[in-house]
């Protein structure tokens, strides 16, 4: 079993990865604020096998009233944290963003950038498309979508991916880096886009339709052919997850969804 350290832990991505790991017995470190550690005050604890740096601010609309707050969360704490695992050789897994495609549209963006670019040997980003499942943030569109609070949708192209499938590509990035993986940055998406206002229409037929904010690319669809060569897919389809998860408030039906 293996020593993990998770920054970020009690996240919306980082709370399942904790989970799993834990299930599967291998002896998980977490680091946030919840946890009462300051990010920038991370330290690599002996004998630490993988360091997964997933701690961040992640509203990208957010980014463009608060720049100077992204930079100094997302850029000060993620070099150093690159540094130290250099410096003791420890394989590294950080979050970046399908933004870095669209990547000066944004503070967040840029913030994102950088961190691929301050990157070393033995580092690999995770290019996050639109990840949904239990824990969401509120804010985001299946989320509102889900609970009935969604108010307009846009004709955004997006490539949702199921928090399980964002899990195993994880996985999948630790075995290969135990065979000696490179500095990388791996798309981590369905490879399908949706339009938006489709899946809105799912539950809502007549919803308004917004152009949406010019910070926000306008197709963040995943290129998965390098993710998909380590052997891995996805296995989650997003149009039957909201088809079989309103179909379960609609019905009661436990048995319905993952």
Not at 76 to 93: H, K, N
Not at 198 to 217: M, T, W
Not at 227 to 248: D, F, M, P
Request: proline share 2%; net charge negative.
């Amino acid at each position: 079993m293996s020593k993990i350290i998770i920054t970020g832990s009690s996240g919306f991505i980082g709370s399942h990865l904790k989970n799993r790991f834990r299930s599967l017995g291998h002896n998980v470190v977490c680091w946030d604020r919840v946890e009462g550690k300051n990010i920038h005050d991370f330290v690599l604890e002996p004998n630490t096998d993988f360091v997964i740096h997933l701690a961040a601010d992640a509203d990208v609309r957010q980014s463009i009233k608060l720049p100077d707050q992204y930079w100094y969360n997302n850029v000060t704490p993620t070099t150093r944290i690159q540094r130290i695992c250099d410096e003791y050789a420890v394989p590294l897994i950080y979050a970046s963003s399908s933004c870095i495609h669209d990547w000066h549209l944004s503070p967040y963006g840029i913030t994102k950038k950088v961190n691929e670019e301050t990157a070393r040997d033995g580092q690999v980003g995770l290019r996050f498309t639109t990840v949904y499942g239990d824990g969401a943030r509120n804010t985001m569109f299946i989320t509102k979508l889900l609970n009935g609070e969604l108010q307009y949708a846009t004709n955004h192209i997006r490539d949702f991916i199921h928090i399980d499938d964002v899990l195993s590509a994880i996985e999948v990035i630790m075995t290969n880096l135990l065979k000696g993986l490179t500095r990388q940055t791996y798309d981590i998406g369905t490879g399908y886009g949706n339009i938006v206002s489709d899946l809105a229409k799912i539950r809502y037929p007549d919803i308004s339709i917004q152009s949406g904010n010019v910070c926000e690319a306008y197709d963040n669809t995943a290129n998965t052919d390098k993710i998909c060569a380590l052997g891995w897919k996805a296995n989650v389809n997003v149009v039957e997850y909201l088809q079989c998860t309103l179909n379960q408030y609609r019905y009661s039906n436990e048995n319905c969804c993952r």
